[in-house]
Structures are given as C-alpha cells and as structure tokens.
C-alpha cells in the first residue's frame, strides 16, 4: 500500500472561523452547508481551545469494526470510507469512533466522516491558522 496522508489537529490554534466546514461541505456535497461538513468545529468561546471532530484514519478503525453491514471499509488506497449504498443508518459507528468524527448529515441523514478527499484534503488549504496539518504516513 503506498503511503497515505493523516491530518493532524491543534486545537490551540483554531480561531473558530469554520473555512474548514465551508470547505469540506462543498469540496463533498458540491453545496456549502456546516450540516453537511466531514470536519466538525465545536466553538468554546469560554475554554480559549475549539474542538475539532476529524477522521484520523485508524489502522484499526473501531467505527468499521462497529458497522454490522461492513459500510465503512478501507479503499484500495487505505483510506476508511463509508459506503453510502451499504450503510442503513443504524448510527452504530458513531459512539465506537474515539476522536467523535462520524456525524449525521441532518440534510439528508446519512453518516458521514472525512475521507481525507481521497489524499487532497481541502479544509487543510482552507484553514488560515494551521490548525489542521498533513502527515504522512508510511503505507
């Protein structure tokens, strides 16, 4: 498998601008709506540090291990995807994801999660302060 990128956070740096939302909804949807976004952004105003809900790619990802149907599998590029043809809905992925990064797209009310946009992730170009940064990993 070739190497494959990861996308790393710090919250820290995070204004809260949500350009990585925006973003990935339309880079995804073809439309802008922060419901429809791979990327979640918490804002606390009063913690001084966002929370940043995103697909880290886990070698053993517990959402797939947690799908009944097999909808999220690994693509042959070794990025977990969700299979929107397979997957019913059940919502059972959503609490085994540790790092909170599968969402229901209230538009339309599939589960979604990022795909890292098959290796050119967007919200990575869109985020002004670094918040969101590529690493890559050995295949």
Known sequence: MPNKIQLRV????CSGCLSCMTTCSFANE??????????QVVLKPFDAVNEIGICRQCGKAPCALACKLGAIRQAPDGYWIIDADLCDGCQDCIPACP?????????????????????DPQ?????????????????
């Open 10 to 13: 710090d919250p820290k740096v």
């Open 30 to 39: 073809s439309y802008i709506s922060l419901a429809a976004a791979r990327v």
């Open 123 to 139: 919200c990575v170009q869109a985020c002004p302060t670094g918040a969101l940064v590529i690493r890559i990993a050995p295949g």
């Open 99 to 119: 790092f909170n990064a599968l969402f229901v797209n209230s538009l339309n009310g599939h589960v979604i999660k990022c795909e890292l946009c098959l290796g």
